[in-house]
């Protein structure tokens, strides 16, 4: 019987797209849990920081090259990994981009990049890895999705579309691998700070904006998302899978606060 739903002891956890960010921050969140690491980015010297943190905290952590958008990266990932830990128990698909533009504006180059590192790269990702659950009969796979997962914004056309397919291939491949005990689901961060969006958060009045939207007064802190990874990676969630987990302060409520002016 298990005792504590919440202990990754003993668990590999895979998160790619960690040189910084929110991947940055669920990785600390399962090695906290117990889990030791898997961390991954396109260039491997830009681990090196976090990787020794990682370290610091007590755990194993191995760092691995990888693009998500080279076949053959994810399948030389894949085997350095099983050499080195012998089994993968988690994967978060957290590699991800956007391209902020009119779509009027897109080109096939941007589209490409978006919709080849958001989704393909999830799809292949995942692919590689659960070949390696699939014969011990257990996984958590976790897609990183968005509030765009569900939602629809101006100016984002390829990532809303991207984020919108993780959506459904999380149910299609949680349907797929449910048998074999491996659980997919997508988590789904609201409006969260990060690099890709910096720039929206140097425009106070786009800020008083959007959190008039959030029934919780205010954006996103990548804390918010400790209690969600941990759930999903973990023995609490064994009966959940195919699911969007929407961590975003409520915003797709529809809800606003601001009273009409007179």
Partial sequence: MVENFFDLTGN?????????????????????????????????????????????????????QLDVRDYDSIQTMTRTVIDHYGKIDILVNNAGCNVRKPFTEITWEDWDTVLDTNLKGTFFVTQAVAQHMIPKGYGRIINIGSVTSVFGYAGLAPYCASRGGTKQLTMSLADELGGHGITVNCLAPGWFKTFQNQVLYENKEWVEYLVDRIPMNRPGQPKDLDGAIVFLASQASEYVTGQCLLV?????????????KK
């Avoid at 889990?35 to 991954?40: G, N, P």
């Avoid at 830009?46 to 007590?58: H, N, P, T």
């Avoid at 975003?248 to 009409?260: F, H, K």
């Fill in 12 to 64: 590999v956890a895979l998160i790619t797209g960690t040189s910084r960010g929110l991947g940055q921050y669920m990785g600390r969140a399962l090695a906290k849990h117990g889990a030791d690491l898997v961390i991954t980015s396109r260039s491997k010297d830009s681990l090196s920081d976090y990787k020794k943190e990682i370290e610091d905290l007590g755990r194993k952590v191995l760092a691995v």
């Fill in 248 to 260: 975003d302060g409520g915003i797709t409520t529809g809800s606003t606060r601001a009273l009409p």
